[in-house]
Structures are given as C-alpha cells and as structure tokens.
C-alpha cells in the first residue's frame, strides 16, 4: 500500500516545469514585425533635397541681373546711354565675380560694372515713350532760374544731370536755354547745357530709334514753343521797329544841325 501511492507524487512533480515552458516560447516571434517599418522613412528623406537646390540658384542670379540682358541700351547715370556688350565672371580675390560690360560708343569707354550693385549705381533701363513724351512737354514750359548764386545753381543743375531722370535732365536744358535774341551764356552755362542737351538727345534717339541730330532738333522745336521764348522775340521785333524810327529821328536832327551851322556862317 504505501508504495502506490508514492508513484503518482512523483508524476505531478514531474509535469508541473513541462507547463511553465509552454507560454515562454510565444513572445519571441513579435521581436522582427515591429523593426521593418521603421527603415521606411529614412529612405525617402534625401529623395527630396536635390530637386530645390537649382530653383534658388536661378531665383539669385535674376535678382543679381535685376532683368537686364546682353546687347541691352541702358541709362547709366554717370555716363549716359550705354550698351551691355556681355555679362561676364571675373575672380578677384579668390572670389567669383558677375559683371556687365557696358559700352559707350559717344565716349569711347568701356565699363565694367557688378550685377550685384546695379542698383547702388542707380542703372536703369530705357525710359518708356510716354516718359519720353512727358520729357518734351516739359521743355516748352516756362524757365525757372531761383535767385541764388550761380555756384549753388550749378551744383543743381549737374545734381539733374547725374540723376539718370530724364524729366530731371530736360528741366536742365529748359533753364539754360538761351535763343538768338536772348543775352549770351557764360561758358559755364554753356557747358552745363550742352552736357544736358547730349544727355537727353542721347535717350531720345535710341528709344525713337532716330538719329542725333533729329533729336536735338526736336528739342530745340519744343524749347522754341516755350512762352518766354515767343515773348523774347516779340520783344526784339519791337526792339529793332523802335531802333528804326530812332535812326531817322537821328538823321533829322543831324540836319538841323547842319542848317543852324550853315545860317551862323
């Protein structure tokens, strides 16, 4: 008796660690499902960054440029109306530099100026027709000379020219202007004028794609339109009538004259 009921003791002893391995062995697949995901979006970062890069390169070098192309007619304001021969790289100081190449035909010069600081130099591009026009009218208006002293005057006046304005540069050969029958310029004066008068001549003929010479004389046809100026030569007509009538009164009395002596002999 007492050796049966010690077998089944040991049995039970036996199946209890079979029990405890079984659920151990569950969790170990789940290990690799959560690790493929994650190399997913490493993947698709760099796809990305090439695309941008060369869109910002072009945005720079428009606004560098600021529009302006080769074989281009600008204004430079120092200078005038030029030409943009090229847009050419120089390294200077280990640096690369962009620069237009302007030439000016009138001047026989050639300047290179950086696309970087086209804006500083105050360069521009041809004025528009309408500018143009509005540029002409002013030439007829009437010349406005301040009372001050000459030097002060002149220091304004080449302010205009240096401007690049056109409007500016026309109001310039409307003050100085002076007709045949209007008093002489001081050399100056002259110097002045003609400066302006070149300047503005200059934009002129290449936006109306006309000559010089055609353009100075459309400007002296406005300036001779100006009401100080029809007032000036209806004051030298005058002028010349009176100095007529004072000949012959001359002549009169010369006779006179001549007669009192003719009698005291």
């Known amino acids: 008796m007492p050796n049966k009921t010690a077998k089944p003791a040991a049995k039970a002893t036996v199946s209890k660690p079979a029990a405890a391995k079984a659920p151990a062995a569950k969790p170990a697949p789940k290990a690799p499902v959560a690790a493929a995901p994650a190399k997913a979006p490493v993947a698709a970062k760099p796809a990305a960054k090439p695309a941008a890069a060369p869109k910002v390169e072009e945005k720079k070098v428009v606004t560098q440029r600021q529009g302006f192309k080769a074989n281009e007619f600008v204004v430079y304001p ?51 027709p309408a500018l143009v026009k509005k540029a002409l009218e002013t030439l007829k208006g009437r010349a406005r000379v301040k009372r001050t002293m000459w030097s002060r005057r002149a220091q304004e006046y080449e302010a205009k020219i240096n401007s690049g304005d056109i409007v500016a540069i026309a109001e310039v050969v409307r003050d100085l202007y002076r007709s045949d029958s209007q008093p002489e310029q001081s050399y100056s004066e002259r110097q002045l004028y003609e400066a302006a008068l070149d300047r503005l001549s200059r934009e002129i003929a290449v936006v109306q794609h006309s000559t010089e010479t055609e353009a100075v004389k459309e400007i002296e046809a406005q300036l001779a339109k100006s009401p100080r100026r029809a007032n000036a030569k209806a004051e030298a007509a005058e002028g010349e009538a009176d100095s007529d009538v004072e000949g012959g009164d001359t002549d009169d009395t010369d006779g006179d004259d001549t007669t009192v002596a003719d009698e005291a002999a």
């Not at 200077?92 to 696309?115: H, S, W």
């Open 78 to 128: 120092a200078h005038g109306v030029g030409q943009i021969l090229a847009i050419e790289e120089q390294e200077i100081a280990g640096a690369k530099l962009e620069l237009f190449v302007i030439n000016f035909i009138k001047d026989k010069m050639t300047l290179r100026v950086p696309t970087a600081k086209v804006a500083n130099v105050g360069m521009r591009k041809l004025s528009e």
